[in-house]
């Protein structure tokens, strides 16, 4: 365990190198969560978007570029606008890595024309991307960095030491025996899957975002959500206060300018509300 945290620490060792060694440590330790996590870092993600972890999913800019007006800021519809401006990062970790050092501070990512169109403000010809600052990249880099130490102490709590990539019987069972509190587990995932009844859940930073009318309101668990995650006090009190208004207005003709409001509101803190959208969405009226 004390290599893979001296790695962690050590910048120069590509975290890609580091998760090969969780994966061979965790193989012989025969936790499989955490091999499911290593091989999705390793190999990229498959799936749908919703199997993300938080820290894959991220809010920049989005830019339309007209043949009359060059690039510029794409306008229209707030809400198309904040969800085509939500990007999924599913490649390899090694892949990222690579980026950040072949890449300028900028990084674009192209949106197809077709999914575009809901914005109907810059003709049929425009072409349409994603800015983002290339510390998203860093900051995902980073969250594997930090998991891989967290996960490599959590072993050490335990009593897993191993010497080298080889461990004891003993250091076996006791793995076995502290699974729960060891494995990686997809920490930090944003996940949406049938857990509870038979509708969908989400969940993002440990706040259930669930739309199960039966257990959750979605209104609640968003102002948990914007009460948890939004440091600065003015935007935290505005959107708290339009979540109460969207509650308030909810199945009336007032709700879509509410609604409207809030995204506007939102656009910096778009990462904690992203995952709410589509059960927001849902109010509105056909």
Same mark, same amino acid.
Request: glycine share 6%.
């Given at each position: 365990m004390e290599e893979? *945290?001296?790695? $962690? %620490?050590?910048?120069?060792? /590509?975290?890609?190198?580091?998760l090969r060694r969780v994966k061979l440590a965790a193989a012989k330790l025969k936790l499989t969560e955490t091999l499911d996590w290593v091989d999705s870092e390793l190999n990229g993600y498959g799936g749908e978007d919703k199997d993300l972890p938080e820290y894959r999913v991220a809010a920049g800019s989005l830019y339309? +570029? +007209?043949?009359?007006?060059? +690039?510029? /800021? $794409?306008t229209g519809d707030p809400h198309s606008i904040a969800m085509l401006s939500m990007s999924f990062f599913r490649e390899p970790v090694a892949s990222l890595e690579a980026l950040l050092t072949s890449q300028p501070g900028t990084i674009t990512m192209p949106i197809n024309p077709d999914l575009a169109r809901a914005i109907k403000n810059h003709g049929h010809n425009a072409s349409y991307a994603v800015h983002f600052s !290339?510390?998203? %990249?860093?900051? #995902?880099?980073?969250?594997?960095?930090?998991?891989?130490?967290?996960?490599?102490?959590? %072993?050490?709590?335990? =009593? #897993?030491?191993?010497?080298?990539?080889?461990? +004891?019987?003993?250091?076996? *069972?006791? $793995?076995? *025996?502290?699974? /729960? @509190?060891i494995q #990686?587990?997809?920490? =930090?995932?944003?996940h949406q899957g049938d857990t509870h009844g038979h509708q969908n859940r989400t969940t993002i930073g440990g706040v259930d975002a669930s739309t199960n009318s039966l257990t959750i309101d979605v209104f609640e668990q968003l102002q948990s959500?914007?009460? @948890?995650?939004?440091?600065?006090?003015?935007?935290?009190?505005?959107? %708290?206060?339009?979540? !109460? *208004?969207?509650?308030?207005?909810k199945g009336t003709g007032g709700f879509k300018e509410v609604y409207t409001n809030f995204l506007v509101s939102a656009a910096n803190h778009m990462t904690v509300i992203a995952p709410f959208l589509p059960a927001l969405a849902s109010y509105l009226p056909g």
């Open positions: 893979i *945290q001296a790695g $962690a %620490l050590n910048r120069d060792v /590509p975290v890609a190198d580091l339309v +570029t +007209t043949f009359h007006h060059g +690039t510029r /800021p $794409a !290339k510390n998203v %990249l860093v900051s #995902i880099v980073d969250t594997v960095r930090n998991l891989i130490l967290d996960w490599a102490i959590n %072993l050490e709590n335990e =009593g #897993i030491l191993g010497e080298g990539v080889s461990f +004891t019987v003993d250091e076996k *069972q006791k $793995a076995a *025996q502290s699974a /729960p @509190n #990686i587990n997809n920490y =930090g995932h944003y959500a914007v009460t @948890n995650n939004i440091d600065n006090a003015a935007d935290r009190d505005a959107l %708290l206060e339009l979540i !109460k *208004q969207m509650d308030e207005k």
